[in-house]
C-alpha cells in the first residue's frame, strides 16, 4: 500500500507565500519522477511542475519564476514553494510520484488566494 500526503496548503493574500509539502510511504522503490499538478473549479487538472530524482526541474510558463520545486529523496519528499501568488493560482493542488509505477494521487491540499 502506497500512500502520497500533502499539506501545507491554505488561505493567502495576492502577492503572499506557502510551502506545499508530499511525502510518499509505505512499498516503494526508489522515487523517480515526483510533481505538482493543480486543478481549479471547472477546469482540468494540469501540470504545475516536476523534478526528477537528479533534480532536473520542468515547470509550467504559468508559475515560472514565482514557485520552486524541490525534493528530498532521504524523506521520499517533495515540496513547491508557491511566492507571489495570484487569485489565478486557487486550485486543488495534488502530488504524484514514480517509482518503477505510478504510485497514483494524494488526496490534495486547498490552495486559495483571495484578499
Known amino acids: 500500500q502506497v500512500q502520497l500526503v500533502e499539506s501545507g496548503g491554505g488561505l493567502v493574500q495576492p502577492g503572499g507565500s506557502l510551502r506545499l509539502s508530499c511525502t510518499a510511504s509505505?512499498?516503494?522503490?526508489?522515487?523517480?519522477?515526483m510533481g505538482w499538478y493543480r486543478q481549479a473549479p471547472g477546469k482540468q487538472r494540469e501540470l504545475v511542475a516536476q523534478?526528477?530524482?537528479?533534480?532536473?526541474?520542468n515547470y509550467a510558463d504559468s508559475v515560472k519564476g514565482r514557485f520552486t520545486i524541490s525534493r528530498d529523496n532521504a524523506k521520499n519528499t517533495v515540496y513547491l514553494q508557491m511566492n507571489s501568488l495570484k487569485p489565478e493560482d486557487t486550485a486543488v493542488y495534488y502530488c504524484?510520484?514514480?517509482?518503477?509505477?505510478?504510485?497514483?494521487w494524494g488526496q490534495g491540499t486547498q490552495v486559495t488566494v483571495s484578499s
Open positions: 504524484n510520484a514514480f517509482d518503477y509505477r505510478d504510485l497514483g
Open positions: 523534478i526528477s530524482r537528479v533534480y532536473k526541474t
Open positions: 509505505g512499498s516503494i522503490f526508489s522515487l523517480n519522477t
